[in-house]
């Protein structure tokens, strides 16, 4: 069984914190698409892919599940299906390409796959959950908003890698 120290444990703790502010506070400004009331920029995302390349992957896993988790409890229930597939498939997206291309990649680029998985991830279980394939109209409009809010989320983790202290992510 491998073993954690408790500084690494701390700090991702402190940026579970920081992902689940971000996705409460941004729960509580309108939808930015009327259409698609749960399409957000996904603030919380840049802490998720920082995660992925300060921890890992492994780790950015759990800390995915522990952010929805927290944030169902904060906000509503309700919310929980929409995230975790919007999460989760942003997650793979990100861990994957990040894994695989990176640095030949930029981050806004991975940012902005995981923006687009993420979703029309969403838009696939708001039709579910409403029975109403007509949604996937929408899928267009959602997936240029998710280009640009990827651009926005790689830019601040790109600021979260430079201006982050080291402590909060060095631990040898």
Partial sequence: ????PARRIAALGVLLAMASVLFIVESLIPPLLPMAPYVKIGLANSVVLFVIIAFGSRDAFIFVLLKNALTA????????????????????????????LYPKVSLVSVSAAGAILSNIARTG????????????????????????????????????????????????
């Fill in 73 to 100: 409890l904060f906000v509503t229930p309700f919310v929980l299906p929409f995230n975790l597939a919007g999460s989760l498939c942003a997650y793979l997206a990100m861990a994957g390409l990040y894994a695989a």
């Fill in 1 to 4: 069984m491998k073993r954690f």
């Fill in 125 to 172: 279980v708001a039709v579910l959950i409403m029975e109403a394939p007509s949604l996937y109209i929408q899928l267009p409009f959602v997936c240029v908003f998710s280009v640009l809010a990827g651009i926005v989320i790689g830019i601040l983790t790109t600021f979260l890698v430079k201006y982050l202290p080291e402590r909060l992510t060095k631990f040898e």
